[in-house]
């Protein structure tokens, strides 16, 4: 009785089961129900979106109207669905870390960090022998980290084999400027035609603008960076700001929209004051191993000087106003890589030292980086007070080898405007130099009405 219970229980089982491993052909497909979809067209196709999704199409690619087939399908209920790998890409400058990896950063955020940021794995980092501050383009996928770069494209927009031919930056020769770099714009901009006449630039210049508080400096950089991109626009013009106010960030966001501008506003960490301030530098100096020439301008040296002594705390000894040290050895070399070398580009450096600001630590930080760069434009506060602009102190600015820069008449004629303005005071002295520059409408006429 047990055995023959087992086999009439068992045998509806095993007929089931084989209705299920071997259905008839005209049985009914349970997926796509009579009743809501009807029968499917011989001029309509299904197709599967990147969501997993069927839709019913006919054979001009149309979708049919909600009154034919308003219902769509998931792929998992269609039996011969499969997945399509769309390919997905990404671009951006890289960091590489000391361990090996790197991220990707991208340009609409500023360069800072972010958790979005592409993983660049140590294997593509060590094959293509990619460097802090590369831009690169690669194909991605989802992995433990997020989205990862696996395959590399291009570095550049060249091949990857083509970028280890290039110089390395540190190994370049380097000569002092000797192109000439024309600020003058339109002939009410007086402060670019000052700087041409007073404290002219070139290629490769380390230049300092000495600057109280109040004093114009934020103008000024805005005026720097609208000359260099209307008269130079193969230039390529990096603006660095770490500390700033998020306005002033936005403000020169909108101004030169054409600029790279890599940003560590005042409600950022300190680690990335100093991370954006190296990587801005790092990717200045790839241009110029490509042979390009770039235009840096950097705000603030003192407050990128203030962030590495807060991060260096405790490395080393610490000296009056309370700065380290050794804290100022970053800072440094990033000034000093402003260079015109013989190989490949050359890399031009207008920072803001801040004084008067009543901090010991400004103040010395200042007095590390003077002298170190090979010109000088200084703003007095006494000047900007009267409401003269640009507040420019004539005979405290200027520029080391300006006889290189400048024809051999025009600098004799500049000489001239020197000694003419020397037994005057600051203020008489820009107020006498804005009243001939306004008289005319270009800086090369006034030069050639003056007689001598």
Known sequence: MIEEKETADTKPRRKRAAHLRHPKKNAPTRAFPTSTMGPLPQSSALTASPGNTLTLTDKEGTTPSTAESPTQYHAEEYSGSSSVHVPSYAEGIIEVSGKGFGFLREARRNFAQSQNDVFVTPEVVRKHGLRDGMKIKGETRRGSRGLQLFRLIGIEGEVPGIV???????????????????????PERFTTRIMDLIAPIGRGQRGLIVAPPRTGKTTLLQHIAEAVVKNYPEM??????????????????????????MASSNDSDIKSHTRVAQLAIERAKRLVEMGKHVFVLMDSLTRIGRAFNNVQSGGGRTMSGGVDSRALEIPRKL???????????????????????????????????????????VLDRKISDQRIYP??????SGTRREELLLPEQDLHKVNIIRRGLAGHKPIEAIERLLFFVQKYSSNAEMLHNIPG
């Open 164 to 186: 280890r031919n290039f110089p390395i930056f540190e190994e370049l020769t380097t000569v002092n400027p000797k192109a000439r770099i024309r600020l003058e714009t339109i």
């Open 236 to 261: 390529g013009l990096i603006i660095l700001l770490v500390d700033e106010r998020p306005e002033e960030v936005t403000e020169i966001r909108r101004t030169v929209p054409q600029a790279a501008l």
């Open 335 to 377: 000034f000093a890589a402003a260079r015109n070398t013989e190989e490949a580009g050359s890399l031009t450096i207008m920072a803001t030292a801040l004084i008067d600001t009543g901090s010991r630590m400004d103040e010395l930080i200042f007095q590390e980086f003077k002298g170190t760069g090979n010109m000088e434009l």
């Open 391 to 396: 507040a420019v102190d004539i005979f405290l």
